[in-house]
């Protein structure tokens, strides 16, 4: 696990650099933690679906994501991460994302998919 200090950008309009699956595992960290807003539409597949499992499991559809993110406030978070590699080809991949922050650890199963050169999440 790494330490990481996220820090926000102006939520703009943006363009971010997702060419590689390494790229859009950052920014995904930076858009899940933080609030980081800047480039959410560019990261996501229009098919993109959340699925939280909890007490009760709930599926949320790209445009609730993307719509909840965008309200968020960006802050300086401290918290470690890591990143383990799951299954991987050319032009796909799923890699398990931890968080550990200060009182809880979350875990995403995050699906990746090269979509023209572009690194973009899909689940």
Avoid: C
């Avoid at 499991?57 to 719509?67: F, G, H, I, L, Q």
């Avoid at 398990?96 to 979350?106: D, G, L, P, R």
């Avoid at 979509?115 to 973009?120: A, L």
């Amino acid at each position: 696990m790494a330490l990481v200090k996220v820090e926000v950008a102006s939520p703009k309009k943006a363009v971010v650099n997702l060419s590689t699956a390494d790229l859009a595992i950052v920014h995904y960290v930076a858009v899940m933690t933080a609030g980081q807003s800047a480039g959410v539409e560019q990261l996501f597949t229009s098919d993109f679906k959340q699925k939280v499992q909890a007490s009760e499991d709930k599926t949320n559809s790209r445009s609730e994501v993307v719509s909840f993110l965008k309200k968020q406030k960006g802050e300086q978070l401290n918290f470690k991460t890591g990143t383990t590699i799951v299954r991987e080809s050319g032009d796909y991949m799923i890699a398990k994302v931890t968080m550990q922050f200060e009182n809880f650890t979350k875990t995403d199963l995050v699906t990746l998919f090269n979509d023209s050169d572009n690194w973009k999440v899909s689940q």
